[in-house]
C-alpha cells in the first residue's frame, strides 16, 4: 500500500500532488516544519496543513476535487442579502488578524477539539507580518463577532478558517471579501474541501487538475501583499 512522503525538518519541497493518497482523500505528505517558506511553497503548489494533535506530524494535503469559489460567483441568499443591506455587521480587513485566528480556533461541537494549534496560529500569525495572510473581520458596535483567515498568493486567496458569533456575521464576512477580490480581479477562493455550508455559498467541485492547471498560471508576482483595505 503506498504510504505519504515523510519530509524531513528543514525540507522546502513537496513530491507532486498527484501523487497524494485517494483513501484518506488528498494525504500527500507527513513532517516538515510550519516555516513560511514551506507553507507558501505548499499553497503554491495546491498543498495545505491540518493536523489535530500538537505533539504529532504535520499533515499535508492535496485533495481531488478541491471546493472553490469564484469571487463573483458567491451565491447571496435573500436573507443575507437583506442582512447586508441592514448594515448592523460591520467588516473591515487585517485589523484583527490574530483575534479571527483565535475566535477561529475555539472548540466547537460535542467534540470541543480543534485544529488551530498554537504552531498553526503562531506559523499564520508570521505570513499575516509578511502581508500574505489576511483576515476579514465582521464587528456588531464594537464587539468582534465573526469572520475569516486565509492566505493570499497572485490572483488566488486560500480560505483557512471562519467563525461566528452572531447570525450571518460568517456570511458577511465573506459577502464582502467576495466583493473585494472580484474587484482586485482575483480567480478563486479556494475552499479546500466541500460542506453543506460552503456549497450553499456558492462553492462548487473543482478536479484537482484543473486546480493545479489554475495554479501554474497564477501570477505570484502580482501577490498583493501589506495589510489590506477595504476600496473606497
Not at 499553497?43 to 506530524?57: H, L
Request: charge should be neutral; proline fraction near 6%; charged fraction near 20%.
Amino acid at each position: 500500500m503506498r504510504q505519504p512522503v515523510v519530509l524531513k525538518p528543514g525540507a522546502v519541497a513537496f513530491p507532486p500532488p498527484e501523487q497524494a493518497l485517494t483513501e484518506p482523500n488528498g494525504l500527500l505528505a507527513i513532517g516538515g516544519e510550519l516555516t513560511s517558506e514551506l507553507l507558501l511553497t505548499a499553497y503554491a503548489g495546491g498543498i495545505f496543513p491540518w493536523f489535530n494533535d500538537e505533539r504529532g506530524p504535520i499533515l499535508w494535503w492535496s485533495p481531488d476535487p478541491r471546493a472553490v469559489i469564484e469571487p463573483d460567483g458567491l451565491k447571496i441568499s435573500r436573507s443575507l442579502r437583506r442582512r447586508l443591506a441592514r448594515g448592523d455587521l460591520r467588516v473591515t480587513l487585517d485589523q484583527a488578524f490574530g483575534e479571527v485566528v483565535t475566535g477561529c480556533a475555539a472548540p466547537r461541537g460535542m467534540g470541543g477539539g480543534t485544529w488551530i494549534t498554537s504552531s498553526i496560529r503562531q506559523a499564520y500569525g508570521e505570513l499575516h507580518r509578511l502581508g500574505f495572510a489576511h483576515s476579514a473581520e465582521t464587528w456588531l458596535g464594537e464587539e468582534l463577532v465573526g469572520g475569516l483567515y486565509g492566505v493570499s498568493i497572485g490572483r488566488m486567496f486560500f480560505g483557512e478558517s471562519m467563525f461566528s458569533r452572531a447570525t450571518d456575521a460568517s456570511k458577511v464576512a465573506i459577502a464582502r471579501l467576495a466583493t473585494q477580490l472580484s474587484n482586485w480581479e482575483f480567480e478563486l477562493i479556494d475552499c479546500q474541501i466541500m460542506n453543506p455550508h460552503l456549497r450553499s455559498l456558492g462553492a462548487f467541485e473543482m478536479p484537482r487538475r484543473e486546480f493545479l492547471a489554475r495554479l501554474r498560471n497564477n501570477p505570484t508576482v502580482t501577490t498583493r501583499r501589506g495589510i489590506w483595505q477595504f476600496d473606497e
